[in-house]
């Protein structure tokens, strides 16, 4: 199985993805952001690399590769928000044969801005901020990633990784993979399949 972990940058894809590996023993975790750091040493660096269609391509028929000849399971965490470019991925990876099990993890706006900030911060003490510096490269502003999350396909695993913790996330995940391992591959995302099921939402009433 490929879980792939989607949702907007500071959504905590890298966190879940390390507690993952921790708990599924065999498991690789694939990063796609070095294929683009591969590819802007052959091509002029600069803005976002998801539009390279070289970036695309390469990102799953890497993925699929790793599944097939080193692991059996495949956790790669890696923001795609924008709809044409998730859709062409994932659909990639099931046309390939491969079991996908699509994540998003959910978080409101001002969580995401408050990581962010604190991590430009922390690099570089007199940034203004992380999300200025990611609209000026071209990457999809906050408000778009959190937007995306009503606009995930069918078999999408929502969480709201700002009201769970990393283990409660895995847990969710994982009782995910069980349930598709009991009863066989279900739809890869983006087919025709259950609606999205979302976790971790407050209860109705609440903001």
């Given at each position: ?11 905590g ?6 507690e ?24 002029p660096p ?5 539009h ?25 965490p ?23 099990l ?12 408050e990581r ?8 570089h ?10 609209v000026?490269?071209?990457l ?43 009863h ?24």
């Amino acid at each position: 199985m490929i879980i792939w972990l989607n949702g907007g940058f500071g959504a905590g894809k890298t966190t879940l993805a390390a507690e993952l590996h921790g708990r599924l023993p065999g498991s690789l975790v694939y990063d796609p952001e070095d294929v683009g750091l591969m590819l802007w040493k052959w091509l002029p660096p600069g803005g976002d690399f998801q539009h390279l269609p070289s970036w695309r391509e390469l990102v799953v028929a890497t993925a699929v590769s790793l599944r097939r000849h080193h692991t059996s399971t495949l956790v790669v965490p890696m923001s795609l928000v924008r709809d044409a470019y998730r859709d062409e991925v994932l659909g990639g990876l099931a046309d390939a044969g491969e079991d996908v099990l699509h994540v998003f993890l959910e978080a409101d706006a001002a969580v995401l801005r408050e990581r962010l900030d604190a991590r430009a911060r922390a690099l570089h003490p007199d940034s203004p901020g992380w999300e200025e510096g990611a609209v000026a490269l071209g990457l999809p502003p906050l408000a778009e990633a959190v937007a995306a999350a009503g606009r995930q396909p069918a078999g999408t695993l929502l969480l709201r990784s700002d009201r769970l913790t990393p283990a409660e996330l895995a847990d969710a995940v994982l009782a995910r993979v069980d349930v598709r391992g009991s009863h066989g591959a279900g739809p890869a995302a983006g087919r025709p399949g259950p609606p999205a099921e979302r976790l971790g939402a407050p209860p109705a009433g609440r903001a």
